[in-house]
T-cell receptor, first 115, second 114 residues
Framework: KAGVTQTPRYLIKTRGQQVTLSCSPI?????VSWYQQTPGQGLQFLFE???????NKGNFPGRFSGRQFSNSRSEMNVSTLELGDSALYLC??????????????FGEGSRLTVL | AQSVTQLDSQVPVFEEAPVELRCNYS??????LFWYVQYPNQGLQLLLK??????LVKGINGFEAEFNKSQTSFHLRKPSVHISDTAEYFC????????????FGSGTQLTVLP
């Protein structure tokens, strides 16, 4: 069974640009969450999508957005990039809400560097 | 709201020695508890979880953790570590319910020395 796939794995952008990251969840998983990992702030929750709807959102500015498609794949977008957006962005998938095991399966992440 | 405190940022230990990584949490509601491991340049892998039932939870790679509700702790232990256990370990909590939002601790870097 394939795991969570994130693309691209590494990317470099400059300040002011925008970036789109992609996440393909494990087959059958309908919930996709995104986390930002930085040395200073650690792991912080960005948002969660379930059945194409944002179910929960963390404390990030509106420059951070996401969406989920009907096949459960998800994308997140960061506009007007700032140096502080340099981070590892992790995607995690889990089973539908009715199977409440709580386990998240993480991808290997997309490492974004903003110059 | 929830918060997680991992009391040690770095834990060096010799190979084959026992280790305990400490985790305390705070929450106004009941939570599920998790330990994840992260190897360099990789994502997070679940070691073990506490959902309900027995407070002693066994996970992969010989790790176990004990949930202590009165002390709001969920410490991770291994009786004998290997070089391959060198990694960063994260404690996390999630409130009961359908939302999947995890609150993570700041992590503990475990370094196993030969």
């Amino acid at each position: 069974k394939a795991g969570v796939t994130q693309t691209p794995r590494y990317l470099i952008k400059t300040r002011g640009q925008q970036v789109t990251l992609s996440c393909s969840p494990i087959s059958g998983h309908r919930s996709v969450s995104w986390y930002q990992q930085t040395p200073g702030q650690g792991l912080q929750f960005l948002f969660e999508y379930f059945s194409e709807t944002q179910r929960n959102k963390g404390n990030f500015p509106g420059r951070f957005s996401g969406r989920q498609f009907s096949n459960s794949r998800s994308e997140m977008n960061v506009s007007t990039l700032e140096l502080g957006d340099s981070a590892l962005y992790l995607c995690a998938s889990s089973l539908a809400a009715t199977q409440n095991t709580g386990e998240l399966f993480f991808g290997e992440g997309s490492r974004l560097t903003v110059l | 709201a929830q918060s997680v405190t991992q009391l040690d940022s770095q834990v060096p230990v010799f190979e084959e020695a026992p280790v305990e990584l400490r985790c305390n949490y705070s929450s106004s509601v009941s939570v599920y508890l998790f330990w994840y491991v992260q190897y360099p340049n990789q994502g997070l892998q679940l070691l073990l979880k506490y959902l309900s039932g027995s407070t002693l939870v066994k996970g992969i790679n010989g790790f176990e953790a004990e949930f202590n509700k009165s002390q709001t702790s969920f410490h991770l232990r291994k009786p004998s570590v290997h070089i391959s256990d060198t990694a960063e370990y994260f404690c996390a909590v999630r409130p009961l319910g359908s939302a999947r939002q995890l609150t993570f601790g700041s992590g503990t870097q475990l370094t196993v020395l030969p």
